[in-house]
Nanobody, 118 residues
Framework: QVRLVESGGGLVQPGGSLRLTCVAS????????MRWYRQAPGKERELVGT??????????YADSSVEGRFTISRDNAKNTMYLQMNSLEVEDTAVYYC?????????WGQGTQVTVSS
């Protein structure tokens, strides 16, 4: 059974940092690409970025506003993906989700809330 569990969210002041964690189980984690999404209040869920499976682990950031501030990484030995978020802005406030697709099936975690506020 595929399971994705996010953690690490919280309340942080503008300019602060957080590291989100997504722990995966139930599949061969190293083989599959992983994604971070976020959903801000009143908005649609949007892609933050992706990291490839395998040893390469190449990354892609969907929004230019996060590139240079956010870093996606993975530790295949721990079945874990990370989202390091620096220089956080109020606009980064959202529920953050991790996601993967295996064949035709898409899996989501339960999400973790990130609130950026002074």
């Amino acid at each position: 059974q595929v399971r994705l569990v996010e953690s690490g969210g919280g309340l942080v002041q503008p300019g602060g940092s957080l590291r989100l964690t997504c722990v995966a189980s139930g599949f061969t984690f190293s083989r599959f690409g992983m994604r971070w999404y976020r959903q801000a209040p009143g908005k649609e869920r949007e892609l933050v970025g992706t990291i490839a499976g395998g040893n390469g682990g190449g990354t892609y950031y969907a929004d230019s506003s996060v590139e240079g501030r956010f870093t996606i990484s993975r530790d295949n030995a721990k079945n874990t993906m990370y989202l390091q978020m620096n220089s956080l802005e109020v606009e980064d406030t959202a529920v953050y989700y991790c996601n993967t697709q295996i064949s035709l099936d898409v899996y989501w975690g339960q999400g973790t809330q990130v609130t950026v506020s002074s």
